[in-house]
């Protein structure tokens, strides 16, 4: 059973870098799939930022793409979420998930199963 | 980007209704349209994929389906456990996007 656990600072001063980390348990994410990072500000809607693959590969939103950086440590079985420039719209909770695909639908969809518990980030000095 | 607009936004219901939850794309998605279930503090959960594709483990009182741009999610007999957000998601263009989601409590 795949389960993952986000971590990382729950509290960010504004202009500075949100670094979080998504532990994958029960599978080996060098064997595959995409895995990606959601947020949602409290009360709100959820905002896809980006997925990542076991080679380093990305899709980024493009509205967040210019602060945004991940990557992938197959050692730790780990993935790693690197937002710059953080500001008080940053203020969310982070999920990560694993993405699943219908590769025979064109395009391909994907869906995001499952999802970490989240880790609320605050931005504020 | 593709907007998802979900109606209603809220709704009203009680144990053993039937309800449908509405989401329009503003342009063609095909057929890449996924829905999600969100309980207070917890972090969504998978219930169908590909418009019609129950995910494993989820009871069958809950459907989707599609017509046009405009898909939907059914949940045939309302149980307790089944006051939530509800929430589509598209995967057809980049950036993947969701609804505003659609809040059920009990009325």
């Known amino acids: 059973q795949v389960q993952l656990q986000e971590s990382g600072p729950g509290l960010v001063r504004p202009s500075e870098t949100l670094s979080l980390t998504c532990s994958v348990s029960g599978y080996s994410i060098s064997v595959g799939y995409f895995w990606g990072w959601i947020r949602q500000p409290p009360g709100k809607g959820l905002q896809w930022i980006g997925n990542?693959?076991?080679?380093?590969?990305?899709n980024l939103n493009p509205s967040l793409k210019s602060r945004v950086t991940m990557y992938v440590d197959t050692s730790k079985n780990q993935f790693s979420l690197n937002l710059s420039s953080v500001t008080a719209a940053d203020t969310a909770i982070y999920y990560c998930?694993?993405?699943?695909?219908?590769?025979?639908?064109?395009?391909?969809?994907?869906?995001?199963?499952?999802w970490g518990q989240g880790t609320l980030v605050t931005v504020s000095a | 980007d593709v907007q998802m607009t979900q109606s209603p936004s809220s709704l009203s219901a009680s144990v053993g209704d039937r309800v449908t939850i509405t989401c329009r794309a503003s342009?063609?998605?095909?057929?890449?349209l996924n829905w999600y279930q969100q309980k207070p503090g917890k972090a969504p959960k998978l219930l169908i994929y590909?418009?019609?594709s129950l995910e494993s483990g989820v009871p069958p009182r809950f459907s989707g389906g599609e017509s046009g741009t405009d898909f939907t999610l059914t949940i045939s007999s309302l149980q307790p456990e089944d006051f939530a957000i509800y929430y589509c998601?598209?995967?057809?263009?980049?950036?993947?996007?969701f609804g505003q989601g659609t809040r059920l409590d009990i009325k």
């Open positions: 990542i693959y076991h080679s380093g590969r990305t």
């Open positions: 590909g418009v019609s």
């Open positions: 342009q063609r998605i095909s057929r890449n």
């Open positions: 998930a694993r993405v699943l695909s219908d590769i025979e639908a064109r395009p391909p969809n994907n869906w995001f199963d499952p």
């Open positions: 998601q598209q995967s057809y263009s980049s950036p993947i996007t």
